[in-house]
């Protein structure tokens, strides 16, 4: 089944929605409502229930959802009743704390491996995975069926290397640089620029001052 | 002037056309149309056009914008006329990451100090900035007037670390923990899940295969 066009603000808010249930989920938690989900969540009641309905409705009223079944609608819908192996490029500080991430295994991510193009870096390890040279990327790519690239490099070599990484095939690129990325029709980019988010914050608190 | 309310994702949005703007303004380019705009970071015209309109029209028809204008009026509502000095709890490999992230500087961030409870961590550097330990915390916010604190610490210490911050009287908070923040009301916080952004692309690489 073909889901419904689904604004993009809505598909991280299902991650949140997600990541929640199975929190529930693990406690032993059977059912739950839009109310306390909102509630957990800090997020308005009726914008759960409309983000919900995207999804088709699960709830019953005066029962709610059931966990379980919510929980695994949310994780089909994510693409998240598969395995995603990785390509990671650029072993700076980025790339380590990226390697490192505790919320990857959980959901199916996994790190295949790690390149760069500096000859001191490679060959080292970050945890498991080994950085390589840049060359042996489209050989990784083949063998583990990787889709899915992330770029930690500096601003100056994220569009080499997206180029790179389109021309072997990947399909979707999130971009921690502040680069503007230039890309073909039919790869989709995620662009998570970290200080983004601290100017959602310097707004908010700028119009409390008024 | 207090704007009306604006949609998160407009916020962010803002974020990418102050960024392009400011490019542009680097370039010495004077005036640019809402397609010029849209077509450089690939979004939907009629969005930019949309978004714009929530800051006032300061377009001309057949002109466009005024480079130096619109971005001038972007940065007064994203509150980045002053500086934002910030503090970083946690120097993990995150911690280093946002440190050395080269984006926050030109937007007028800084980062006061980086706070750890890790004895080995505490006297160090990450570049110029001296990682100090935790009760050091209301100090440094009192004496830089900071109002913005980064929490990249482990999941478990997250609430902690918040809780903290909150009763030093911190108004904002981005946080890079996968973990829901319980914070009480007139305290703002982002949270940056570093795998929030890979699910949007997996939600997408699956929607394609139908």
Same mark, same amino acid.
Request: aromatic share 8%; hydrophobic share 45%; charged share 20%.
């Given at each position: 089944?073909?889901?419904?066009?689904?604004?993009?603000?809505? %598909?991280?808010?299902?991650?949140?929605?997600?990541?929640?249930?199975?929190?529930?989920?693990?406690?032993?938690?059977?059912?739950?409502?839009?109310?306390?989900?909102?509630?957990?969540? !800090?997020?308005?009641?009726?914008?759960?229930?409309?983000?919900?309905?995207?999804?088709?409705?699960?709830?019953?009223?005066?029962?709610?959802?059931?966990?379980?079944?919510?929980?695994?609608?949310?994780?089909?819908?994510?693409?998240?009743?598969?395995?995603?192996?990785?390509?990671?490029?650029?072993?700076?500080?980025?790339?380590?704390?990226?390697?490192?991430?505790?919320?990857?295994?959980?959901?199916?991510?996994?790190?295949?491996?790690?390149?760069?193009?500096?000859?001191?870096?490679?060959?080292?390890?970050?945890?498991?995975?080994?950085?390589?040279?840049?060359?042996?990327?489209?050989?990784?790519?083949?063998?583990?069926?990787?889709?899915?690239?992330?770029?930690?490099?500096?601003?100056?070599?994220?569009?080499? %290397?997206?180029?790179?990484?389109?021309?072997?095939?990947?399909?979707?690129?999130?971009?921690?640089?502040?680069?503007?990325?230039?890309?073909?029709?039919?790869?989709? %980019?995620?662009?998570?620029?970290?200080?983004?988010?601290?100017?959602?914050?310097?707004?908010?608190? !700028?119009?409390?001052?008024?």
């Amino acid at each position: 089944m073909k889901a419904p066009r689904i604004p993009e603000a809505t %598909v991280a808010r299902l991650s949140l929605y997600s990541r929640f249930l199975e929190n529930l989920n693990q406690k032993g938690i059977g059912s739950v409502s839009s109310g306390e989900i909102a509630e957990g969540l !800090s997020i308005n009641p009726a914008q759960v229930r409309k983000d919900l309905a995207y999804f088709g409705d699960f709830g019953t009223r005066g029962v709610g959802y059931i966990v379980k079944d919510l929980l695994s609608r949310t994780l089909d819908i994510l693409g998240l009743d598969q395995k995603w192996p990785l390509i990671l490029v650029g072993a700076g500080a980025l790339g380590y704390a990226i390697c490192g991430y505790q919320g990857f295994n959980k959901r199916g991510f996994s790190i295949a491996a790690v390149f760069d193009n500096n000859p001191v870096k490679i060959g080292k390890r970050i945890g498991r995975v080994e950085i390589l040279p840049m060359d042996k990327m489209p050989e990784i790519i083949k063998s583990r069926h990787v889709r899915i690239g992330i770029i930690a490099v500096s601003a100056d070599a994220a569009q080499e %290397v997206v180029d790179q990484m389109v021309e072997n095939g990947l399909e979707g690129v999130l971009n921690f640089t502040p680069v503007n990325l230039v890309i073909p029709d039919g790869v989709e %980019v995620i662009n998570n620029d970290l200080s983004v988010g601290l100017e959602s914050l310097t707004f908010k608190l !700028s119009q409390k001052e008024f």
